[in-house]
């Protein structure tokens, strides 16, 4: 099939390789002639495990190429794709500029039946927008169809997931549209659910919300494990063997970032509010996730006797591990605290220093893990990448100049801390910090 992509962003690019590895045609575009440029000498303009690979296969085959003209590569497919930003507006609703701009430019362009898909997190409705922007930029009164597809991809495994789906969503109120896109997918052989392009629309934003709903439920129920004795990830734990449940999200901690669950549950908030509907709860999901720093913050003030003068190291900056995105990242909020209050403040990550770097530069900025506790009061690992679980423990706890470890992921052994002699402070696991225990 030959297909042109709208965005070569993270989403667009990994579709576009995946669906040039199918045997499809792809074609993909591009606002930014550097990345248009980059793809089309075989390197993927993000970091995505095994994507470059398959970019340069493709490319040597000449299945996928990239450009600028969207109008161009429109007239030559007979599927688009919209993958473009929606970021949030100042309301905190997603801006749709992007994928209004992308189906003005198919409308121009439309010189035959075509099918538009949307694969942009847009808000119930943009499907119905989307057509009827097309129809009035259409020079022809060609016929087309408008398809939901929303995507599930994480950062990270981006590849995998698009290869591997649990499932994939196709919306559309024309099943001929609907069966044509089922036809491009069917190589994969996961479980494909059909429906309306409504439906296909909330799907995804329910998605995201109930993930960020599971980890601020966690994070609440932390609270009340630190006020009571518990240990949260006990209580997860065994909340998890119930399949009902599931294990998965339920990681009590620093909170959720990135690009997506912030932004669509705002969203999805706004949404309940524009149909009449009551959006506390989803509200409620944001409000305890802002609290997570602020608490955390809280407890080295209270351990330290305050921040002012005090040198706080923090392990890990990007929003998971894995990636350089910081977006909405709990580091930077942490940061943004201790500065306030005075302290030092010392980081280290593997890939993400250098975007950090260009919003706080007061931060020392360090080498590796044992450089960040040279001669600090405290230790707080924000983000859980694999190379600080199996840390020397013993050496950064005689360099420090008080050995205090706040763990914002529930990484470590609070046992195994403590023996080292370490003060140890994990989210929830009031087993191990009596002190925040509430007798009533
Ligand atoms: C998320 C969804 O998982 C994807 O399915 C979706 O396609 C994507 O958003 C999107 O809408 O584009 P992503 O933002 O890449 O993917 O990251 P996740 O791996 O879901 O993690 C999100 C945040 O939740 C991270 O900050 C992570 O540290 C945090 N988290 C996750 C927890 O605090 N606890 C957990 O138990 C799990």
Same mark, same amino acid.
């Given at each position: 099939?030959?297909?042109?992509?709208?965005?070569?962003?993270?989403?667009?690019?990994?579709?576009?390789?995946?669906?040039?590895?199918?045997?499809?045609?792809?074609?993909?575009?591009?606002?930014?002639?550097?990345?248009?440029?980059?793809?089309?000498?075989?390197?993927?303009?993000?970091?995505?495990?095994?994507?470059?690979?398959?970019?340069?296969?493709?490319?040597?085959?000449?299945?996928?190429?990239?450009?600028?003209?969207?109008?161009?590569?429109?007239?030559?497919?007979?599927?688009?794709?919209?993958?473009?930003?929606?970021?949030?507006?100042?309301?905190?609703?997603?801006?749709?500029?992007?994928?209004?701009?992308?189906?003005?430019?198919?409308?121009?362009?439309?010189?035959?039946?075509?099918?538009?898909?949307?694969?942009?997190?847009?808000?119930?409705?943009?499907?119905?927008?989307?057509?009827?922007?097309?129809?009035?930029?259409?020079?022809?009164?060609?016929?087309?169809?408008?398809?939901?597809?929303?995507?599930?991809?994480?950062?990270?495994?981006?590849?995998?997931?698009?290869?591997?789906?649990?499932?994939?969503?196709?919306?559309?109120?024309?099943?001929?549209?609907?069966?044509?896109?089922?036809?491009?997918?069917?190589?994969?052989?996961?479980?494909?659910?059909?429906?309306?392009?409504?439906?296909?629309?909330?799907?995804?934003?329910?998605?995201?919300t109930?993930?960020a709903l599971?980890?601020s439920f966690?994070?609440a129920? =932390?609270? $009340?494990?630190? #006020?009571?004795?518990?240990? @949260?990830?006990?209580? &997860?734990? *065994?909340?998890?063997?119930?399949?009902?449940?599931?294990?998965?999200?339920?990681?009590?901690?620093?909170?959720?970032?990135?690009?997506?669950?912030?932004?669509?549950v705002q969203?999805f908030a706004h949404t309940m509010q524009r149909y009449g509907l009551d959006p506390t709860l989803f509200q409620q999901v944001l409000a305890i996730n802002d609290?997570?720093?602020?608490?955390?913050?809280?407890?080295?003030?209270?351990?330290?006797?305050?921040?002012?003068?005090?040198?706080?190291?923090?392990?890990?900056?990007?929003?998971?591990?894995?990636?350089?995105?910081?977006?909405?990242?709990?580091?930077?909020?942490?940061?943004?605290?201790?500065?306030?209050?005075?302290?030092?403040?010392?980081?280290?990550?593997?890939?993400?220093?250098?975007?950090?770097?260009?919003?706080?530069? =007061?931060? $020392?900025?360090? #080498?590796?893990?044992?450089? @960040?506790?040279?001669? &600090?009061? *405290?230790?707080?690992?924000?983000?859980?990448?694999?190379?600080?679980?199996?840390?020397?423990?013993?050496?950064?706890?005689?360099?420090?100049?008080?050995?205090?470890?706040?763990?914002?992921?529930?990484?470590?052994?609070?046992?195994?801390?403590?023996?080292?002699?370490?003060?140890?402070?994990?989210?929830?696991?009031?087993?191990?910090?009596?002190?925040?225990?509430?007798?009533?």
């Amino acid at each position: 099939m030959k297909i042109a992509i709208a965005g070569a962003g993270y989403v667009g690019l990994v579709t576009g390789v995946v669906f040039a590895d199918l045997g499809n045609e792809v074609i993909c575009v591009d606002i930014d002639p550097a990345k248009v440029d980059a793809i089309n000498k075989g390197q993927s303009t993000i970091y995505e495990p095994g994507l470059d690979e398959l970019l340069q296969r493709n490319l040597e085959e000449g299945r996928i190429t990239a450009m600028t003209d969207l109008q161009r590569a429109t007239r030559e497919a007979e599927v688009v794709f919209i993958c473009v930003g929606t970021p949030p507006s100042e309301t905190g609703e997603p801006d749709l500029k992007h994928v209004e701009a992308a189906a003005a430019a198919i409308g121009q362009a439309l010189n035959g039946y075509k099918i538009i898909v949307n694969k942009s997190t847009v808000p119930v409705g943009t499907g119905d927008r989307i057509r009827r922007i097309i129809e009035q930029h259409r020079r022809e009164p060609h016929d087309f169809d408008v398809v939901s597809n929303p995507e599930f991809l994480r950062e990270g495994s981006a590849v995998h997931d698009t290869l591997y789906p649990d499932r994939i969503v196709i919306g559309a109120d024309n099943p001929r549209a609907a069966m044509k896109i089922v036809e491009l997918y069917a190589a994969l052989e996961r479980p494909m659910l059909i429906t309306n392009l409504a439906t296909a629309e909330i799907i995804k934003y329910a998605s995201n919300t109930f993930l960020a709903l599971k980890i601020s439920f966690i994070n609440a129920i =932390a609270d $009340l494990c630190e #006020r009571t004795g518990a240990d @949260v990830t006990q209580v &997860a734990k *065994a909340m998890g063997y119930d399949s009902r449940i599931g294990h998965a999200f339920l990681q009590a901690g620093l909170g959720f970032g990135g690009s997506c669950f912030p932004k669509d549950v705002q969203a999805f908030a706004h949404t309940m509010q524009r149909y009449g509907l009551d959006p506390t709860l989803f509200q409620q999901v944001l409000a305890i996730n802002d609290a997570r720093p602020v608490q955390f913050v809280e407890r080295m003030r209270a351990r330290l006797g305050g921040l002012q003068g005090r040198t706080v190291g923090l392990l890990g900056l990007s929003f998971k591990p894995n990636t350089d995105d910081i977006r909405e990242a709990r580091s930077l909020e942490v940061i943004r605290l201790l500065l306030q209050e005075g302290a030092t403040v010392k980081a280290y990550d593997p890939v993400a220093m250098p975007r950090v770097q260009a919003i706080y530069p =007061a931060v $020392l900025y360090c #080498r590796n893990a044992y450089e @960040v506790a040279e001669n &600090a009061d *405290a230790l707080a690992l924000i983000t859980e990448w694999n190379e600080f679980r199996q840390l020397n423990f013993e050496r950064i706890r005689d360099s420090m100049r008080q050995p205090n470890l706040f763990d914002g992921r529930n990484l470590y052994d609070p046992q195994r801390m403590r023996k080292l002699g370490f003060y140890y402070y994990g989210i929830g696991r009031a087993a191990e910090n009596s002190e925040f225990k509430t007798v009533l």
